[in-house]
């Protein structure tokens, strides 16, 4: 730690005192060394320059214990569920028993302990992050979830992180691990949601690993919590040959949030596609920052994102495709589209292409702008009050980023919760 650390960083050290000796040490202080070299991301760091963690984050929660007996939190769609609370797996509050067949799954804290050799390997990763380095260190659990080669599995998978509150703040630092085997096939529900509003400081981590032909739909949900709330989140994907992701994240806002995606397309002909809708009030920061590596020929990748941002709030977008000389015929395409409601809403974009490899095909576009004047007119001349012709215009926006949902009823879940926003805002 520097001779400048702020008492956060100072406090981040006591944590990693408790959890150093709980399972993969060797892991642990190597990205303990890892978070203490870089200390809390700033401005100063490139890929952290629209949020500057280190300012938000003054004063470090304590981690979280063991929660008590708390009701089953609301499920929102027909799943088979596995809750990671207060950032500890819970048996009695998943659906174990309803695996199918093919599927297995057990706490990281277990996998650690017993030390297998393809689960750390797994969860060594190598994103170039601080934060994923602190998540590395301090990890306290999660599920470790197994899809046998072959294996087609109809109801979707959900993991749900839930953050209790006794009404003291506190940390969580929660890591998840998906590896679907050759040919499997499923649909992933992560959903991060809190019981109470709190001021929770959440640093989370999901890692996927896909093998040769693997096909994974991935939907990502993080439900709004208090203003002074900090969350992280950050995936992790590796794609084998012919291997397909394609994942979906719907951000509702409460303070401040960075999801951050590094996904490596490592095998021939493989394609990965993220997308994305924040909404976004107040005082709102939601920051969706990708890094996508092509380093085989014929992958294919898409990132589409919009952002729908009112008041004083702020969205950030920030996505790099980098594409490494061997993988020629590469086809990438990026695109990021806000809309500001108010005088005081920021968005800022960067979208970069890296590319090293002369027979491709990339291209990245973004927008900002207010909803169409035109428009508006047209519906309000048709009788519209003004509030429903752009709630209307607002949800056919957010809409457009989830065409790519495949299944039906996950798809109007979402669609139920945009529109659930948009009457929130009419009702302020």
């Known amino acids: 730690m520097s001779e400048t650390a702020t008492q956060a960083e100072i406090a ?16 642990r202080r190597g990205a303990w060394e890892a978070f203490a070299n870089a200390g809390l991301p700033n401005k100063r760091v490139e890929s952290w320059h ?13 981690l979280a214990g063991a929660a008590g007996a708390v009701p089953a939190p609301e499920r929102r769609q027909a799943s088979c569920r596995l809750v990671v609370l ?13 695996l199918p067949a093919g599927v297995g799954a057990q706490s990281l804290r277990e996998a650690l ?8 390997a797994a969860l060594a990763g190598d994103a170039d992050d601080a934060m994923i380095a602190l998540n590395a260190a301090l990890m306290q659990d999660g599920v470790v979830l197994r899809i046998a080669p072959g294996t087609v599995v109809e109801q979707p998978l959900e993991i749900l992180n839930a953050v209790s509150s006794a009404g003291a703040a506190h940390s969580v630092y929660a890591r998840s691990l998906v590896m679907a085997g050759a040919g499997a096939s499923a649909t992933l529900i992560e959903t991060l949601e809190s019981l109470e509003t709190s001021d929770a400081q959440e640093n989370h981590a999901l890692l996927l690993c896909l093998e040769r032909g693997a096909r994974l739909e991935h939907v990502c949900s993080i439900a709004r919590q208090a203003e002074g709330a900090v969350r992280v989140l950050s995936l992790l994907a590796t794609l084998g040959e012919k291997a397909a992701l394609n994942s979906f994240c719907l951000i509702e806002g409460g303070g401040l949030i960075r999801r951050q995606v590094f996904a490596t397309l490592a095998g021939e002909g493989a394609d990965a596609a993220f997308c994305g809708a924040n909404l976004l009030r107040g005082r709102d920061h939601a920051d969706t920052t990708l890094l996508v590596r092509h380093q085989s020929p014929g992958g294919k990748s898409r990132e589409y994102f919009r952002y729908i941002i009112d008041e004083s709030a702020t969205g950030v977008f920030q996505g790099k495709v980098s594409v490494a000389q061997p993988a020629q015929k590469t086809d990438g395409a990026m695109q990021s589209k806000a809309i500001l ?19 491709v095909v990339c291209g ?6 207010r909803l169409d004047a035109d428009q508006l007119f047209y519906l309000q001349a048709r009788g519209l009050p003004q509030s429903e012709a752009e709630a209307l215009l607002i949800q056919g926006f957010a809409n457009e980023a989830l065409k790519l949902v495949a299944g039906e009823q996950i798809r109007e879940t979402l669609e139920e919760r945009i529109s659930a926003w948009l009457a929130r805002r009419d009702t302020k």
């Open 341 to 359: 409601l108010s005088d005081g809403a920021t968005m800022n974009s960067k979208p970069e292409l890296e590319i090293f490899a002369d027979d």
């Open 364 to 369: 990245h576009g973004a927008t900002c702008g």
């Open 12 to 27: 981040l050290k006591t944590s990693f005192d408790l959890m150093k000796d709980a399972g993969a040490q060797s892991l």
């Open 113 to 120: 302990a017993s030390g297998e050799a393809d689960i750390l």
């Open 50 to 62: 629209y949020t500057d963690l280190r300012a938000a984050l003054r004063a470090v929660a304590p």
């Open 86 to 98: 207060d950032g500890a797996f819970r048996p009695d509050l998943s659906d174990l028993a309803a």
